[in-house]
């Protein structure tokens, strides 16, 4: 793929006798959406801790518009362009919608040891334009402690988006939201993704999410890619059908 963002060549990491991830390959393009699903103990979470550098591959290649960044700490990947938001949403609940994306641009010019007590206004500007983004700019002021989740959610997303970066890796982004929110959330990251050409790799256990959403999907069992495609090529694959989505899809 000549415009891919993040390529995977032969990964493969093991705990124990157990193989989590076995000789897995793919490539995610500029302003992509590639869902990776599959069933619990897939690997899936071990194949995102392996992208961002929580965790090292026993074998394998990930290149990062070209550079190969296994053995970068995450802080470094995160560095060269990629975000990441998580299952549990991680945000100070302490902390103003508005500071919360703040304290990423900060940390993202590098001048997070100047931040003493407080914001003031330096990124205002920048982060209320990010908040703007993804709907949150009229509660800019209200602590984090105090939102819904589905608010949370898209705080997080306006924190990724603050490193602006190149790749987005997001795991599990609509768990714990309401199914209208979750649609909602994965439109809205589509179309910034598209916008600013951004390439994105996510989880997710809603399929709904997943086949409105992806623009290609990869399936991994046991570790394995056992598929891969448009979502009507995976949706009809029979190997997926038997080991993920069942007669009900």
């Not at 989880?203 to 570790?223: N, P, Y």
Request: proline letters at 4%; a neutral charge.
């Amino acid at each position: 793929m000549s415009s891919a963002v993040l390529q995977v060549e032969g990964l493969h990491k093991a705990f124990g006798g157990v193989q989590a991830v076995a000789d897995v390959s793919f490539a995610v393009a500029a302003g992509e959406m590639l869902a990776l699903i599959g069933p619990n103990g897939a690997g899936k979470s071990t194949c995102f801790n392996m992208l961002n550098g929580q965790l090292s591959p026993d074998a394998g290649i990930v290149r990062l518009e070209g550079r190969d960044i296994v053995g970068l700490r995450p802080r470094a990947i995160w560095r060269l362009g990629v975000g990441r938001t998580f299952q549990i949403t991680a945000t100070f609940a302490s902390l103003s919608v508005r500071e919360n994306v703040q304290m990423a641009l900060y940390s993202h010019t590098g001048r997070l040891r100047s931040l003493v007590r407080r914001f003031g206004a330096a990124f205002r500007p920048e982060a209320d334009a990010l908040l703007e983004q993804v709907g949150m700019f009229d509660q800019a002021d209200r602590v984090c402690g105090v939102l819904a989740y589905g608010d949370l959610k898209r705080v997080e997303l306006a924190i990724a988006l603050a490193n602006q970066p190149r790749l987005l890796l997001m795991d599990e982004p609509t768990a714990g939201m309401a199914p209208k929110e979750r649609v909602a959330l994965m439109e809205l990251t589509a179309q910034l993704a598209r916008a600013r050409n951004i390439a994105v790799l996510f989880t997710e256990h809603d399929m709904d999410v997943v086949f409105s959403q992806a623009d290609r999907i990869i399936v991994l069992d046991r570790g394995q890619l056992i598929a891969g495609g448009t979502p009507e090529e995976v949706r009809s694959n029979p190997n997926v059908r038997a080991v993920y989505l069942g007669s009900v899809h």
